[in-house]
């Protein structure tokens, strides 16, 4: 008998702190705002839950066009997080994927009523160009951080994460037919890939961010 109760009373003492360690958070970084949930699988692992989003413009030039765009990042996010120490230090290494559809949604501009396309002036014909570059719905992330600690107590605490997730982006080139036939298709296709070209650039994600959490 007393070597069950003292079983169930090591049990409980292990147990108490991961019942404590369910958290909910927010935060604001690279992604935006966002806010999150997180369950601990055991004393070194958690499983969270996340979403973050922002919109913002910018101009931009590729090749012989400069672009009026604005990136919409809106995603969820589901990670692992894995820590060597976690009654040491809260230091943690995370995978996961985002898991959305952000895009970046584009405007050829013209001041002087023309456009350059592939070296040579061509007539607007009062037609407007547009590309939008779409990331794919799941991208994976790898990063590291601190805080989300399992073993962390009920209460209010702080937590920072870095990382990178990789997708390549895909262009849509949308040049009214006019245009088309005034500079040729291969002219457009070449600034086309001038255009994917520099979209490529943005497969590597950086993500940093910092938040508050709650733990419950």
Same mark, same amino acid.
């Given at each position: 008998?007393?070597?069950?109760? $003292?079983? =169930? !009373?090591?049990?409980?003492?292990?147990?108490?702190?991961?019942?404590?360690? *369910?958290? /909910?958070?927010?935060?604001?970084?690279?992604?935006?705002?966002? /806010?999150?949930?997180?369950?601990?699988?055991?004393?070194?692992?958690?499983? *969270? =839950?996340?979403?973050?989003?922002?919109?913002?413009?910018?101009?931009?030039?590729?090749? +012989?066009?400069?672009? +009026? &765009?604005? $990136?919409?990042?809106?995603?969820?996010?589901?990670?692992?997080?894995?820590?060597? =120490?976690?009654?040491?230090?809260?230091?943690?290494?995370?995978?996961?994927?985002?898991?959305?559809?952000?895009?970046? +949604?584009?405007?050829?501009?013209?001041?002087?009523?023309?456009?350059?396309?592939?070296?040579?002036?061509?007539?607007?014909?009062?037609?407007?160009?547009?590309?939008? $570059?779409?990331?794919?719905?799941? *991208?994976?992330?790898?990063? /590291?951080?601190?805080?989300?600690?399992?073993?962390?107590?009920?209460?209010?605490?702080?937590?920072?994460?870095? &990382?990178? !997730?990789? &997708?390549?982006?895909?262009?849509?080139?949308?040049?009214?037919?006019?245009?088309?036939?005034?500079?040729?298709? $291969?002219? /457009? @296709?070449? @600034?086309?890939?001038?255009?994917?070209?520099?979209?490529?650039?943005?497969?590597?994600?950086?993500?940093?961010?910092?938040?508050?959490?709650?733990?419950?």
């Amino acid at each position: 008998m007393k070597l069950l109760l $003292a079983v =169930a !009373a090591g049990a409980v003492a292990l147990s108490a702190p991961l019942v404590h360690a *369910r958290e /909910i958070y927010g935060q604001i970084g690279t992604e935006g705002a966002g /806010i999150g949930f997180s369950q601990p699988l055991g004393s070194r692992d958690n499983v *969270r =839950a996340e979403f973050n989003g922002v919109q913002f413009s910018r101009s931009f030039n590729s090749g +012989d066009l400069h672009y +009026d &765009g604005t $990136a919409h990042i809106y995603h969820g996010g589901l990670y692992l997080d894995f820590f060597p =120490a976690p009654d040491t230090v809260s230091f943690r290494f995370t995978a996961g994927a985002l898991i959305g559809n952000d895009n970046v +949604d584009a405007t050829a501009t013209s001041p002087s009523g023309t456009y350059t396309i592939n070296g040579t002036p061509y007539p607007t014909l009062g037609e407007s160009i547009h590309a939008k $570059a779409r990331f794919p719905t799941v *991208r994976p992330y790898l990063g /590291i951080g601190f805080g989300h600690t399992p073993m962390a107590q009920k209460g209010f605490s702080a937590f920072f994460d870095a &990382g990178v !997730a990789y &997708g390549r982006p895909h262009v849509d080139f949308d040049v009214p037919a006019d245009i088309v036939a005034e500079a040729g298709a $291969a002219n /457009i @296709e070449a @600034e086309e890939r001038k255009l994917q070209d520099k979209a490529d650039k943005l497969r590597f994600y950086p993500i940093v961010k910092v938040g508050v959490t709650y733990r419950f």
